[in-house]
């Protein structure tokens, strides 16, 4: 089985994230590609797909949502999985809880056009240079606090949920795992 782990990165924080899932799911019978977008030359060569982008301004990075544009037909024909990296964890008090509750408008439309197997938003690493001036003025006014706030146990623990579907997402894979909009959850029936 041949499992592509997309992704988009602007600090090497979400590319570290796609590099412990591919870890949990690198196993014996299995060929796992790990690529930024940009790299990746054809999508349809795998049976499963695990895609994920950093956040910025409340979307995916360009190339993530240009990966998708471009291999919607193949991605809306096999098992896929998504992941975000965001700040939510940077946030503090009411802001946080805000921004853990809500879906922001551009990844929620991704999600919709592929209905993925299951979506996931991780937290990932704010430092000062990754903001300009003006980034990092709004940024402490908001009452946010630098740091790496990657949760490798809930990475671990989601990657760990798709190595076990992937044998049977690799049964169905011919057949699109759709969704109604809007349902979450790792369920695996198309």
């Known amino acids: 089985m041949s499992v592509l782990i997309g992704y988009a990165t602007e600090h090497g924080s979400t590319r570290s994230v796609a590099e412990r899932i591919a870890g949990h799911l690198d196993a014996p019978g299995r060929h796992v590609e790990l690529l930024p977008f940009d790299r990746v030359p054809a999508a349809a060569v795998h049976e499963a797909l695990v895609i994920g982008s ?3 301004q409340g979307a995916w990075l360009p ?3 240009r990966f998708v544009r471009d291999h919607h037909t193949v991605l809306a024909a096999r ?7 965001g700040m939510t964890a940077a946030l503090r008090g009411p802001a946080r809880r805000l921004a853990s509750r809500s879906e922001q408008p551009k990844i929620e439309a991704l999600r919709r056009q592929l209905s993925p197997r299951d979506y996931h938003c991780f937290s990932g690493v704010i430092r000062p240079e990754h903001l300009d001036r003006t980034g990092r003025i709004v940024f402490r006014l908001l009452g946010c606090r630098y740091g790496d706030f990657r949760d490798w146990s809930e990475v671990d ?4 949920r798709i190595a076990q579907d992937l044998p049977a997402a690799s049964a169905d894979s011919d057949r699109p795992a759709k969704r109604p909009a809007g349902e979450h959850g790792s369920d695996t029936t198309p």
């Open 63 to 65: 190339d993530a949502v």
């Open 157 to 160: 623990a989601w990657a760990a």
């Open 79 to 85: 098992p896929v999985w998504m992941f975000s990296v």
């Open 54 to 56: 950093a956040v910025h």
